[in-house]
């Protein structure tokens, strides 16, 4: 039961996007369009876990052991850097529409906070592996949803009525602090 509140918390009570905001580049750059908001959330949830995960393998089985703790970061950044690498070149070969749509935002999961936080958090959390697992999957999962959410509302705005003054990044910046809002309602949850 505690792997499913963990689980819980991360996607709706801690969303890395709403609560902590962090990853704020691709969550207002991408999420014009459903379809690479969709794309881009899958590739973050993919790079997240899989950086997570072999971080976390390094950090036990390597840093620590060596005494090297103080290598932690730039071991995640490398990693992090390869595994964004390696999901560009997949996007590139299978799906070209999806990575011409996702653009400069692709590369930029490189330096995107949130995928450093996680591997981090992990750590300093003193998670197990499990716990690192659902950790990495629930954190990208709540970036996923905010991010379709997100989109979707900007769709609509799309052929909404709005004051000039509020178009384009002022009117998102406002929905998404509502969205905040409504996620903290999620808090007595768990």
């Given at each position: ?38 794309g881009m959330g899958v590739a973050v949830i993919f790079v997240i876990f899989g950086a997570s995960v072999i971080s ?6 390597i840093l620590e052991p060596l005494g090297l703790q103080y290598m932690q970061l730039i071991t995640f950044i490398l ?21 011409k749509s996702l653009g400069v935002y692709l590369p930029l999961i490189t330096t995107n906070c949130a995928v450093l ?74």
């Open positions: 039961m505690n792997l499913v509140s963990m689980f819980i918390a991360a996607v709706l009570i801690n969303n890395i996007v709403l609560s902590k905001f962090l990853g704020m580049c691709p969550f207002l750059g991408v999420s014009k369009k459903m379809s690479s908001a969709l976390y393998g390094l950090y036990y089985l990693v992090i850097a390869s595994f964004v690498q390696f999901v560009e070149m997949f996007i590139k070969k299978f799906s070209p529409a999806l990575y936080y996680v591997a981090q958090q992990n750590i300093s959390s003193g998670y197990n592996f499990i716990e690192t697992c659902i950790n990495s999957i629930a954190v990208p999962t709540g970036f996923l949803l905010v991010l379709v959410i997100f989109a979707a509302v900007r769709e609509r705005l799309e052929s909404s009525d709005i004051p000039e003054c509020f178009k384009g990044n002022p009117i998102a910046l406002i929905c998404a602090a509502i969205m905040a809002l409504a996620f903290s309602a999620f808090a007595g949850l768990v």
